[in-house]
């Protein structure tokens, strides 16, 4: 869910936009020492298939809620964002807000107990459970590849922003960036990788804290930096209200209404992906109880709620205080004699204009652990989903633990080359960025409604779930290529003529998503129903999820969750 | 791994101790040998009390998970 626009190639800056001292660097360094470290001392606790891919089915709810979160913040996710915000506006926070706290409650108090009860390994691992092995080979198999492929993009988007900001070589960011999280990852796998995105999720914040609160203090506090973005930016009222422009597309500076936020992003896209990608889901696996596992993406959900503070507010406050006008990455890439800055460059800039010698390689170094925390979340759900998911069942069903486990390792290293691999890709066919990345989104919407028919709806068959996931896939893929080649389209998917290209991901999203979930319940009723005995610990009503009763009304989830709920709702008032 | 579950906590806590030290240390030398082009906001000498805050917190993490 990263808005970051990969078209910086190009921009092969004159001058980079940091220069690091030599405390900054120091600081960087023994980052990449210490999450080397991390993987070397966790080896010794990585024996048998459970501990390589699921972390021993031990972590905390803290943990794993904080490594569920930490997989999602890259580093493109931050600069990405960051820059919305200054292109949007405040607008940007639905992806914060709506387009994740429901999905991530959603997964804890709904979701979780079916994922967790049956003890599939992988998202697809419980689609086989339910649907059979069909389902489970095309979800596995897309979602391998795609992996790869957008953990390849990603690496090769963040060695783009190092060269740009801090004017490092290409090829060097990509190989030891890439080769640290492989050896970290291989050594110690998923608790490894779980570990190292605590301390990334505690370095990205003490990394990026500084910038909001410096700015909220150099512009007068939220009324200021208010005051100071209306007499900035034309119509910049819209750029500080959440809710009271999306009336209609015309009226924000996104071009998207409050249908496509609201069940485009909130119901759909960001349900299909705070639920069934396995990249995050996998981290909420390796709790260690039902309870643990139904608490941890409830304090992801807590925390979520508070990262535009490091995000949407920097770039909120570059609108307001930075003395140059930011522009597209096109348009400085077609200017480059002017030496313009992007919307993508908000955050580093930010970044420079507050944090001295230390502070500043401390940001760098936030930045660093996003890239690595999102690329190790990649590598560790790849490892697991083709060992489990498709060597396993497909290639070779009858080996021992021992050969999994070094097949997990094997594949950590496949998968770091495969990646590197599809960075130089990138490097040479640019537009396959954009490909891959829509791509990835067709799959999203309508794995969520083939997994949460399965769970929620005893009727549906092994047919209507795979039949259903292969027409909403199919049908979101033809809807993105109908506005492709004919743009104009876009009025009829997107319901405006006025609608922009951002709608265009909210509405196909729950298009398809209704397309998939009709297909789904006509092919179902029209094939005999699944005996009650394959469905026990699969589907509501023929699962027994433990009560919660006996636990103190402060140590229930669901408790968390309505009060999680319910600052949401105040959240959307203050700033709607 | 049981009896290691505070081990992450731990490290954190060195690591942040390490970078506390270097920060301040970094915000110190700073004051007193102003550089040519300071940042915005520099008489606030962030790099001080955000090296403080986090050696700080690197200390608390290491008294109250260590390692037995």
Known sequence: MSSFTCTLAAAAPATSLISLGPVDIAIVVIYFLFVI????????????????????????????????????????????????????????????????IPAMLFLGIVMMPFYYVCKTNSVPGYLQLRYGGGTRALAAICFAVMTILMSGINMFAMAIVMRVVLGWNLHLSIWVSSLTVGLYVGLGGLLSAIFNEVLQFMLIWLGALLVPILGLYQAGGWNGMVHK????????????????????????????????????????????????????VQRVMAAKDLRSAKMAPIIGAAFKMFVPFIVILPGLLGL?????????????????????????EVLPLML??????????????????????????????????????????????????????????????????ASIATAYLAMHFQSIMDYVQALFSFFIAPLFGTV???????????????????????????????????????????LSDRAKPMADDMFRALWCFLIGVAVTVIVSLATPPVAAGELRGLVLGCTDIPSEKRYPLIHRPIFWAVLIFAGLVVLNILFW | MKNNANSIWFLIGILLFIYGVLIAAAGIYGWFVPPAHPVELWRLHA????????????????IRFRIK
């Not at chain 1, 500076?253 to 349900?271: D, E, K, R, T």
């Not at chain 1, 307001?320 to 993508?344: E, I, T």
């Not at chain 1, 170094?365 to 989903?385: E, K």
Request: glycine residues 14%; contains cysteine.
């Open chain 1, 229 to 280: 973005i209306e007499r900035n930016v034309a119509n910049g009222a819209s750029y500080v209200h959440a809710w009271s422009t999306l009336g209609h597309f015309s009226t924000n500076p996104m071009g998207i209404n409050w249908v496509g936020i609201v069940f485009g992003l909130g119901a759909v896209l960001s349900m299909g992906y705070w639920t069934t990608d396995f990249l995050v």
């Open chain 1, 352 to 417: 420079v204009r507050y944090c001295g010698p230390g502070l500043l390689g401390l940001g760098v170094t936030a930045l660093i652990a996003g890239f690595m925390s999102g690329m190790a979340g990649n590598i560790s759900a790849f490892a697991t989903v083709w060992t489990y998911d498709i060597y396993r069942p497909m290639i070779n069903s009858r080996a021992g633990d021992a050969h999994y486990v070094a097949m997990g390792r094997w594949c950590t290293a496949l998968g770091v080359l």
């Open chain 1, 452 to 494: 949460v028919l399965g769970m929620l709806w005893k009727r549906a068959t092994k047919a209507g779930g795979f039949w259903g996931l292969l027409a909403g896939t199919l049908s979101s893929i033809a809807m993105y290529l109908l506005v492709k080649f004919d743009p104009p389209l876009l009025r009829y998917i997107a």
């Open chain 2, 47 to 62: 790099g001080i009390w955000w090296g403080a805050l986090l050696f700080a917190m690197g200390l608390f993490y290491i």
């Open chain 1, 320 to 344: 307001a205080l930075l003395p140059m006008k930011l522009y597209p990455q096109n348009y400085v890439q077609a200017h480059p004699a002017q030496h313009l800055f992007s919307y993508n």
């Open chain 1, 37 to 100: 470290g991390i993987g070397l001392y966790l080896k010794r606790f990585t024996k048998t298939g459970n501990d390589f891919f699921m972390a021993g089915r031990e972590m905390t709810a803290w943990i794993a809620g904080l490594s569920f979160i930490s997989a999602n913040l890259g580093a493109l996710e931050l600069l990405g964002w960051a820059g919305a915000a200054y292109q949007y506006g405040i607008l940007a926070v639905h992806w914060y807000w709506i387009g994740a």
